[in-house]
């Protein structure tokens, strides 16, 4: 059976319970982290945490726990329940007390709780790429915050699933975003377009990797907002999230991308990123 972290202790799935007046339960009143593992390692670990530590930071939660301490624990639970390849989840919520919806005053101690999923890589995905379709972001303006508050985030995606599709791609007006669960890339005349960093995205790890590639590669990575109408008019587009990778994506609100095949781009990228997996897992 695999155990499930929580404050300091590894319990069996059955014992790992946490209280009716949680605030990430009754409010949402918490933030998360999505890891991968590869062959037993951590991938980007640091860069999650450092994320994480933002975060909390970002919604006022004192966590007491450094990066190393944190990526100590994920290592002993993958450990613990044998994981390879997978993703360790992990949240911590600004713990327990009556239903109040400021900060519970004197605060009380957060709640940690990590558990793991075994699971391998997205190949033939990655190989044949994935529909998406296109709606209207409903989110909130703090889109950077890593939060548990993913209601809007969930009707996006229930509506790609609804359309037979795997990822919604999120505009707000004209302007893309970002997907339900996943950064956006238009790839025009061999360059790369992402929608800045700033409140509106998630600045995502593997966006960073994809990044990190781009100067690597000498591919152009242009950090400028575009329209729906130039996404639908790329050449290639690609999501990208801690599971889904460098993931192409061939069919936009049911009209092909480009000629409907996975492009040059992405698969330079998609091969960058293979190697990125040994370097910069530990
Ligand atoms: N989601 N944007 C959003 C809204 C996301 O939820 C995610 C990841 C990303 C990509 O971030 P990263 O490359 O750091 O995984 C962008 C994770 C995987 C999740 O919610 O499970």
Redesign the pocket.
């Known amino acids: 059976m695999t155990k499930v972290f929580i404050n300091g202790e590894f319990l069996e799935q059955e014992e790992a319970k946490v209280s009716y007046e949680d605030r990430g339960y009754v409010f949402g009143d918490g933030i998360?982290e999505?890891i991968r593992a590869y062959e037993g390692k951590l991938f980007t670990v640091k860069e999650?945490f450092e994320?994480f530590l933002r975060s909390a930071n970002e919604i006022g939660l004192d966590l007491n726990y450094t990066v190393d301490e944190l990526i100590e624990l994920v290592r002993k639970l993958l450990d613990v329940n044998g994981v390879k390849n997978g993703g360790i989840?992990i949240q911590a919520t600004r713990g327990a007390a009556p239903r109040e919806h400021s900060f519970p005053t004197p605060p009380v101690k957060p709640v940690l709780m990590a558990f793991t999923k075994s699971y391998d890589r997205p190949f033939e995905d990655l190989e044949k790429g994935i529909y998406a379709v296109t709606t209207e972001d409903i989110r909130w303006l703090r889109?950077d915050i890593?939060s548990l508050n993913?209601l809007g985030?969930v009707l996006a995606k229930e509506f790609a699933v609804k359309y037979n599709a795997s990822e919604a791609i999120q505009h707000r007006g004209e302007t893309v975003t970002?997907?339900?669960?996943?950064?956006v890339y238009a790839i025009k005349d061999g360059k790369v377009y992402t929608h800045p960093v700033n409140n509106f995205?998630?600045n995502?790890?593997?966006?960073k990797v994809i990044k990190w590639i781009s100067e690597d590669k000498n591919i152009p990575f242009i950090e400028e907002t575009f329209t729906v109408d130039f996404l639908k008019n790329a050449d290639e587009v690609i999501i990208?999230?801690?599971?889904a990778e460098v993931m192409p994506v061939v069919k936009i609100d049911g009209e092909d991308v480009g000629n409907g095949n996975v492009g040059d781009v992405t698969r330079q990228l998609q091969d960058g990123f293979n190697e990125y997996i040994k370097t910069h897992s530990l």
């Open positions: 998360y999505y999650h994320r989840y889109c890593k993913l985030n970002e997907g339900a669960s996943s950064n995205i998630l995502g790890i593997t966006r990208s999230s801690t599971s």
